[in-house]
């Protein structure tokens, strides 16, 4: 009889294990991207969108000034400050990509 931990009765067990097959490190691109490269930068605009839109860009063209060929990447947002009458929103965001170097 296989005992049944209390990690199995949530589905833990298979979640951890697809977590950990997922974020496995990744070999040398063979397409010459093998530079990671990260770049976190502040972004305003008056509307959510806008805001959210100004962080992104500004952490992409950081990291683009130092590589100069990445791909699109990953980006990692966060709400800094919003107004309480919603006039103001301010992200701070990280951009992660695989560059030429």
Do not use: N
Not at 21 to 36: I, Q, S
Not at 61 to 73: F, I, Q, R, S, Y
Not at 74 to 83: A, E, K, R, V
């Amino acid at each position: 009889m296989q005992k049944v931990t209390w990690l199995h009765r949530l589905g833990l067990v298979p979640a951890v294990v697809a977590v950990g097959l997922a974020t496995a490190p990744v070999a040398a691109h063979a397409d010459g991207y093998d530079t990671p490269r990260s770049a976190t930068a502040l972004g305003a605009g008056s509307t959510h969108a806008a805001g959210l839109a100004a962080a992104e860009q500004r952490a992409r063209e950081a990291v683009l000034a130092v590589g100069h060929d990445c791909t699109p990447g990953t980006y990692y947002t966060l709400t800094i400050y919003s107004s309480p009458g919603g006039g103001t929103w301010v992200f701070r965001s990280t951009h992660e990509a695989m560059c030429v170097d």
